[in-house]
């Protein structure tokens, strides 16, 4: 077990022991103390507070503070004002909490001591909001964050509008490279267009108690193509480039003097940490060998285990006069997905392009004269590391490609070039120069180059619609956020209930 869950469970224990202390001090049944938000919900009625509180800690990201702040107000009902009190409520509360609940010099004062005190109530307010601020965005940069799932890519392990916890002490915190930055926002501040951090202060790759990534983890990663983007405006509710089309996607196309011409204007860089946050799974490790084989992948020669709810394309084959409609597929066990008209995706009378799960296929329902066949794709010019044609490379026959290891020593072969000169000159910062087939690293001749991090390769579980390592190459450890670990809410038109605070596998 890592530092950082050992960390997470004793301050999880200490904080709810020392709120059943205080629920029980405070006239509330203790055992509604160990109940998540049943417990805020306890303390925001026995505080009288409005109402709305404790939905507002549903909201993303700001919710986080919203929560400390009534766990504040309810150490203030304990008759602690001062900012020592409220300190030590912040950062150690697994410490303080058990301290109010069961020392014998503390008791619950109540409603009356908080409205008798002398602070003016815009002060309490200010002091109360200022702790939450920073304890939140504490909590957020070093110990877990809040993100949405955007996109279809990691279905159905993960479905669009999944809200999740992702521990930044999985892989050991990561100090920020731009420390002096906005609170709660990313890279962009809301409703204005500019930058919610500055440079002016930047700190070289630091992580604390850093453990590595494991094959099969579930991770959440700086976009490693977006240190350079196209930052074009929205048209039309679609951003034209970002991370669907990225800079170098259009450099390959237009060449970039071209592309320097037409985007000059709305080309931005940014650091490592205020690049996309991406979601996909780490299915290969620095030093492995990984190829994908007829859609499965296969790492160091050994086929890996197919994950239950991940999908795939498949052809339906039926008959010449079947009907086909969403109702009549839910009926052989397949739960379909429309195409943007909002149709079923049908190759010609006879053939329609279907996604299946691993854990629905052996449990299909198909009458005589259906059958499914796997969907393979074709060549593909864009995938990394965007050889020539005659490797016939695609997204279902990709590789095998070796993934750099801390540590690991490759000769500096043209093939070596084409697949690892980012990783060397940009990811690890040296000057790569090739001179007529003689290569310089930092101004010296060499044939070898020995690499300074561990890098992974990145897949989504829907493998025919993730734009994932297959495009853009390898994902550096620096650009690691943390590991998805739970889903506390879902929706889709209403809360998914059946998916609350599942554990992601």
Same mark, same amino acid.
């Given at each position: 077990?890592?530092?950082?869950?050992?960390?997470?469970?004793?301050?999880?224990?200490?904080?709810?022991?020392?709120?059943?202390?205080?629920?029980?001090?405070?006239?509330?049944?203790?055992?509604?103390?160990?109940?998540?938000?049943?417990?805020?919900?306890?303390?925001?009625?026995?505080?009288?507070?409005?109402?709305?509180?404790?939905?507002?800690?549903?909201?993303?990201?700001?919710?986080?503070?919203?929560?400390?702040?009534?766990?504040?107000?309810?150490?203030?009902?304990?008759?602690?004002?001062?900012?020592?009190?409220?300190?030590?409520?912040?950062?150690?509360?697994?410490?303080?909490?058990?301290?109010?609940?069961?020392?014998?010099?503390?008791?619950?004062?109540?409603?009356?001591?908080?409205?008798?005190?002398?602070?003016?109530?815009?002060?309490?307010?200010?002091?109360?909001?200022?702790?939450?601020?920073?304890?939140?965005?504490?909590?957020?940069?070093?110990?877990?964050?809040?993100?949405?799932?955007?996109?279809?890519?990691?279905?159905?392990?993960?479905?669009?509008?999944?809200?999740?916890?992702?521990?930044?002490?999985?892989?050991?915190?990561?100090?920020?490279?731009?420390?002096?930055?906005?609170?709660? #926002?990313?890279?962009?501040?809301?409703?204005?267009?500019?930058?919610?951090?500055?440079?002016?202060?930047?700190?070289?790759?630091?992580?604390?108690?850093?453990?590595?990534?494991?094959?099969?983890?579930? #991770?959440?990663?700086?976009?490693?193509?977006?240190?350079?983007?196209?930052?074009?405006?929205?048209?039309?509710?679609?951003?034209?480039?970002?991370?669907?089309?990225?800079?170098?996607?259009?450099?390959?196309?237009?060449?970039?003097?071209?592309?320097?011409?037409?985007?000059?204007?709305?080309?931005? &860089?940014?650091?490592?940490?205020?690049?996309?946050?991406?979601?996909?799974?780490?299915?290969?490790?620095?030093?492995?060998?990984?190829?994908? #084989?007829?859609?499965?992948?296969?790492?160091?020669?050994?086929?890996?285990?197919?994950?239950?709810?991940?999908?795939?394309?498949?052809?339906?084959?039926?008959?010449?006069?079947?009907?086909?409609?969403?109702?009549?597929?839910?009926?052989?066990?397949?739960?379909?997905?429309?195409?943007?008209?909002?149709?079923?995706?049908?190759?010609?009378?006879?053939?329609?392009?279907?996604?299946?799960?691993?854990?629905?296929?052996?449990?299909?329902?198909?009458?005589?004269?259906?059958?499914?066949?796997?969907?393979?794709?074709?060549?593909?010019?864009?995938?990394?590391?965007?050889?020539?044609?005659?490797?016939?490379?695609?997204?279902?026959?990709?590789?095998?490609?070796?993934?750099?290891?801390?540590?690991? &020593?490759?000769?500096?072969?043209?093939?070596?070039?084409?697949?690892?000169?980012?990783?060397?000159?940009?990811?690890?910062?040296?000057?790569?120069?090739?001179?007529?087939?003689?290569?310089?690293?930092?101004?010296?001749?060499?044939?070898?180059?020995?690499?300074?991090?561990?890098?992974?390769?990145?897949?989504?579980?829907?493998?025919?619609?993730?734009?994932?390592?297959?495009?853009?190459?390898?994902?550096?450890?620096?650009? #690691?956020?943390?590991?998805?670990?739970?889903?506390?809410?879902?929706?889709?038109?209403?809360?998914?209930?059946?998916?609350?605070?599942?554990?992601?596998?």
């Amino acid at each position: 077990m890592s530092i950082g869950w050992i960390v997470f469970i004793i301050g999880t224990i200490g904080w709810h022991i020392g709120m059943y202390g205080m629920f029980k001090k405070a006239g509330i049944e203790p055992w509604k103390a160990l109940i998540p938000f049943y417990n805020t919900w306890c303390m925001v009625q026995k505080m009288e507070l409005p109402k709305y509180w404790f939905y507002l800690q549903f909201i993303p990201i700001a919710g986080q503070f919203i929560t400390i702040w009534i766990c504040i107000k309810f150490v203030e009902h304990y008759g602690r004002f001062d900012t020592l009190h409220h300190a030590a409520a912040v950062f150690f509360p697994f410490l303080y909490f058990p301290y109010l609940g069961y020392s014998k010099t503390e008791r619950f004062a109540g409603k009356k001591v908080v409205d008798n005190y002398k602070k003016s109530a815009a002060r309490e307010w200010i002091d109360a909001a200022a702790f939450a601020v920073v304890a939140a965005t504490i909590i957020r940069t070093f110990v877990f964050e809040a993100y949405t799932i955007p996109t279809p890519s990691m279905e159905k392990t993960l479905l669009v509008n999944d809200f999740l916890f992702v521990s930044k002490f999985s892989y050991g915190p990561r100090i920020p490279n731009t420390p002096i930055a906005m609170p709660f #926002v990313h890279h962009t501040m809301p409703f204005v267009p500019v930058k919610s951090y500055s440079e002016a202060i930047q700190i070289p790759y630091t992580r604390w108690f850093a453990t590595p990534v494991k094959r099969n983890d579930v #991770v959440v990663f700086n976009f490693p193509v977006n240190d350079t983007l196209i930052n074009d405006p929205i048209v039309d509710g679609q951003q034209q480039f970002g991370s669907q089309t990225t800079y170098y996607k259009v450099v390959r196309d237009l060449g970039r003097e071209e592309t320097w011409n037409r985007y000059g204007n709305d080309i931005i &860089t940014r650091p490592v940490d205020k690049r996309e946050n991406f979601i996909k799974r780490c299915v290969a490790v620095g030093g492995d060998v990984l190829q994908v #084989v007829n859609g499965k992948v296969v790492v160091n020669n050994i086929p890996q285990p197919l994950f239950p709810q991940s999908e795939k394309k498949y052809i339906l084959h039926t008959p010449a006069n079947a009907y086909m409609d969403k109702e009549n597929l839910a009926a052989l066990g397949i739960n379909a997905r429309l195409d943007q008209q909002g149709e079923l995706n049908q190759i010609d009378q006879t053939n329609w392009l279907v996604n299946i799960t691993n854990e629905e296929k052996p449990n299909l329902k198909l009458p005589a004269g259906y059958t499914i066949s796997d969907y393979i794709t074709e060549q593909d010019k864009e995938l990394f590391p965007y050889y020539d044609t005659t490797h016939h490379w695609s997204a279902d026959n990709f590789g095998p490609i070796t993934i750099p290891q801390k540590g690991s &020593t490759i000769e500096l072969t043209p093939d070596n070039i084409i697949k690892y000169q980012r990783c060397i000159e940009v990811y690890e910062g040296n000057k790569f120069e090739n001179l007529n087939g003689k290569i310089l690293i930092n101004g010296v001749a060499t044939t070898k180059y020995t690499f300074k991090m561990n890098y992974y390769w990145m897949m989504g579980d829907n493998r025919h619609n993730s734009l994932d390592s297959r495009y853009w190459g390898f994902v550096p450890e620096d650009h #690691v956020v943390g590991k998805a670990s739970l889903i506390w809410f879902s929706w889709e038109g209403g809360p998914r209930w059946k998916r609350l605070f599942n554990t992601i596998k």
